[in-house]
């Protein structure tokens, strides 16, 4: 999209803000939900044991890295499954405020310029808010410790609580969970240990992007390089890329994560590598080497040998952890028996369209690896396949459960929990659209879509067009005269710019139009257009 038309879209949404307040809609007929966020999907509160004083470490800005390496960084301890924090003053805490959907809602509160870059539910919360539920009657949040296993008894125990509570605050009615991510292990694994308590509490699973498979190129890069989970200039204030490998390597719910080594994928995933050796002559040759998944474990070994961080003076070392891999080979056991009761219905939406990380391969012909323990400061190339960006597609399909649906959505693994068509397909899988006759499977194949863009060149002028609707909840008095008058409102708004060496120009124009309140709705439709030249 042309830079202009992008700011001006940004505008109009500043533009709207004021009429976007959340107004009490409720719908009384609606069950309730539970939002159940995958990995780094909470807000982690660090509490000091001997001051009581509470800071949130994930997710901050300021002071990120020192925070989250001081009391974040932990070591796994298998006679328990759990991982210990480093520093044994400190323990970590999800917070509970607004009946669990705070810790999921945006990850950073207080950050103002780039909050979306830490939304997480919070897309989804508002949407249903608009449809009628009621955060702590038809709508809860499950935030917990990301770094532990999704098996840890600590867990499992919080997951009944949370489901026990909820059918208390909603008058006995059972339970749609909504899990995105690495959640939705969680919840499997929850109801293969817990059948009994699943069927009794719950009604729907809805597993949105879910890793049922793992996610073997984005694991095998994170184990031996670390990952990213802000990106652009946030990044360079939040959690280095090193401080997050030393933590993820002695998390459980990574090596959950890793591509399960049973499963019959169309084409396997494979770690290469470029290997310079040398014969006894001296000569040195270049060999392209494949590793399996199971092969690839002696390669982290080597490559993660010699991998320590220094905690308060104290050299520690933080080696691939081969007691962990056994936890996860146990976790991906229980998975794979996993069934859904009965009287339980299970949904899945997965990602599409996107390039994702299949294969890892490090070095090239030209630039051959000559020692396995340079593997953590290599930057890695993917070979990909279709997915979301982090899941293969083949991969979420792979639940293994009886679906009463799976349908496919064109989204990135973060995006798709923000995305209008995945709304109006949870939306009718929850019956709170109230429409017998919609076909969310259907509707992704015919039906247009919300947002729609098209580009053409035309006589040297680069245009573009863009259209899009999205429904919004007000409390705005300006609303309620708008209801009373029956008719729409309509506003534009037109920016332009002219290059420094006035060589070449922009132009962008749009218009919004505001439709009656309905039932507590509003309809927005943006049409916007952009036209650009150059000499």
């Not at 009615?173 to 939705?184: D, E, L, P």
């Not at 996993?338 to 030209?366: L, M, Q």
Request: include cysteine; hydrophobic fraction near 35%.
């Amino acid at each position: 999209m042309a830079v202009l038309l992008e700011e001006l879209v940004k505008s109009i949404e500043m533009w709207l803000k004021p009429i976007k307040k959340p107004q009490e809609y409720i719908d009384p007929t609606l069950d309730p939900v539970l939002l159940v966020p995958g990995i780094a999907g909470s807000i982690l509160n660090a509490t000091d044991k001997k001051t009581g004083r509470t800071e949130r470490v994930w997710v901050r800005i300021l002071g990120a890295d020192h925070e989250f390496c001081d009391k974040l960084w932990c070591r796994f301890d298998p006679s328990t499954g759990r991982t210990a924090n480093l520093d044994p003053d400190t323990s970590i805490e999800v917070p509970q405020d607004r009946y669990g959907l705070y810790a999921i809602d945006t990850l950073d509160p207080d950050m103002v310029i780039g909050s979306d870059c830490v939304y997480y539910f919070h897309d989804m919360i508002a949407e249903m808010l608009s449809w009628g539920y009621q955060e702590g009657k038809t709508l809860f949040g499950f935030g917990y410790d990301f770094r532990q296993s999704n098996r840890l008894l600590e867990t499992m125990e919080c997951f009944t609580q949370k489901l026990e509570s909820i059918h208390t605050a909603s008058g006995g009615k059972k339970i749609n969970i909504i899990s995105h991510s690495m959640g939705g292990l969680l919840v499997k694994c929850f109801m293969a240990l817990h059948s009994d308590i699943f069927e009794k509490y719950v009604k729907n699973w809805i597993a949105i992007a879910a890793p049922f498979q793992g996610a073997p190129g984005y694991i095998t890069s994170a184990l031996l390089n670390g990952t990213s989970f802000v990106h652009g200039w946030e990044e360079r204030f939040f959690i280095s890329k090193w401080s997050m490998h030393q933590l993820l390597i002695e998390c459980p719910s990574i090596y959950e994560l890793m591509g399960c080594p049973d499963f019959q994928r169309e084409h396997a995933p494979v770690l290469e590598i470029w290997k310079e050796k040398s014969n006894s002559n001296g000569e040195s040759t270049v060999t392209l080497e494949s590793y399996s998944p199971l092969e690839a474990v002696s390669v982290y070994e080597l490559a993660l040998s010699n991998n320590k961080v220094t905690y308060n003076g104290e050299k520690i070392s933080l080696p691939f952890n081969q007691e962990l891999l056994s936890w996860a080979n146990k976790t991906r056991e229980i998975l794979c028996h996993a069934k859904v009761p009965d009287k339980v219905k299970f949904y899945n939406i997965y990602g599409t369209n996107y390039k994702t990380p299949h294969s890892v391969c490090y070095g090239s012909e030209n630039a051959p690896i000559s020692d396995l323990q340079q593997l953590p400061f290599i930057q890695s190339n993917y070979i990909s396949v279709d997915g979301d960006g982090t899941v293969p597609t083949e991969s979420a399909k792979a639940d293994g459960l009886n679906a009463e649906a799976r349908v496919g959505v064109p989204g990135d693994h973060r995006g798709i929990i923000c995305d209008r068509h995945v709304f109006r397909v949870v939306k009718h899988w929850l019956r709170a659209d109230h429409d017998p006759y919609y076909n969310p499977i259907n509707d992704y194949v015919i039906l247009p879509t919300a947002f729609d863009i098209e580009r053409h060149h035309e006589k040297g002028l680069d245009v573009t067009s863009l259209r899009e609707e999205w429904e919004i909840v007000s409390e705005s008095q300006d609303g309620e005269k708008n209801a009373t008058s029956g008719k729409p409102k309509v506003g534009s708004i037109s920016v332009s710019h002219v290059g420094g060496d006035k060589t070449t120009w922009e132009e962008a124009h749009g218009t919004v139009i505001i439709h009656p309140k309905s039932e507590g709705k509003q309809h927005v439709e943006l049409n916007a257009m952009s036209v650009s030249a150059s000499a």
